[in-house]
């Protein structure tokens, strides 16, 4: 067996471990998909109908890529909490003593996470459809939306595997949760960067899920933001660098930081 089929093996194995214990626990997983749900009633219809789109349109159209986006990043959350929890009850510890590959322990997580994800994903895109969000755009442009995504999922998905082994202490996600809520509301899901002040603008058109969010507006054809900013003019090569950037800084500190845990 080569060095790549033993990390996928074992990696398997422990994503089924993680996909085992939801399936104890469906209500942790029922809550999870539910609450971005309630977050686009409340924000589409209690706040909804006082935002006016840049350029004109629905607000539901401008706001449900963001909310995909949002929940993407909040994903981050989840992840933290499961391996600071394994880190700090020695399991971690004590599949680093058994004969597995290196690093499957964070690979299987991450697959485990994704599989998590790509479901949240889709049961988001059901609840947009059902409040009158619609993509105008073909299926090649809705696939490469999907796909940006869940690849800005991927690259915060090792942000939390590195602070879950980072700060092993499953209480510390109240700081994880401060950290991950003004990323969120710091960009362009809810508003324009245009309606904000000049300082505010800036910091929302530089967050990596702003860009995101600009690309997947467009790939699904719905309201965007007005802008004559860098962001607002190359979203889709922005969508994929800033993901990319994330990923090659905190996959390799997420795998050095795990073979050293315990040290």
Not at 103 to 115: C, Q, W
Request: glycine residues 12%; contains cysteine.
């Amino acid at each position: 067996m080569t060095s790549i089929e033993w990390v996928a093996a074992d990696g398997w194995t422990l994503t089924r471990r993680a996909l085992l214990h939801w399936a104890r626990q469906p209500a942790q997983v029922v809550v999870g998909l539910l609450f971005p749900v309630l977050m686009v009633v409340m924000f589409g219809y209690l706040f909804g109908g006082g935002m006016q789109v840049p350029g004109g349109g629905d607000y539901r159209e401008f706001l449900l890529p963001g909310m995909f986006a949002m929940t993407m990043v909040f994903g981050l959350e989840g992840t933290f909490a499961a391996v600071a929890s394994d880190a700090a009850k020695g399991v971690t510890d004590r599949f680093r003593t058994l004969p597995m590959a290196p690093g499957a322990v964070v690979v299987g997580r991450a697959a485990a996470d994704m599989l998590n994800s790509a479901l949240g994903l889709l049961v988001m895109m059901g609840c947009g459809l059902l409040v009158g969000w619609r993509w105008h755009e073909g299926f090649a442009r809705v696939a490469a939306a999907v796909a940006l995504l869940l690849w800005l999922r991927f690259a915060f998905l090792w942000i939390g595997i590195y602070l879950g082994v980072r700060f092993a202490r499953p209480e510390a996600v109240v700081a994880v949760q401060i950290l991950v809520w003004p990323v969120g509301f710091l960009s362009n899901a809810f508003a324009s960067p245009s309606d904000m002040p000049g300082w505010l603008a800036v910091l929302s058109e530089a967050n990596p899920m702003s860009a995101t969010i600009t690309a997947t507006r467009d790939l699904f054809g719905n309201p965007g933001v007005v802008s004559g900013s860098w962001t607002a003019g190359h979203g889709l090569w922005a969508a994929v660098l800033w993901p990319l950037v994330l990923t090659a800084v905190f996959l390799p500190l997420s795998v050095r930081r795990y073979q050293r845990l315990g040290g």
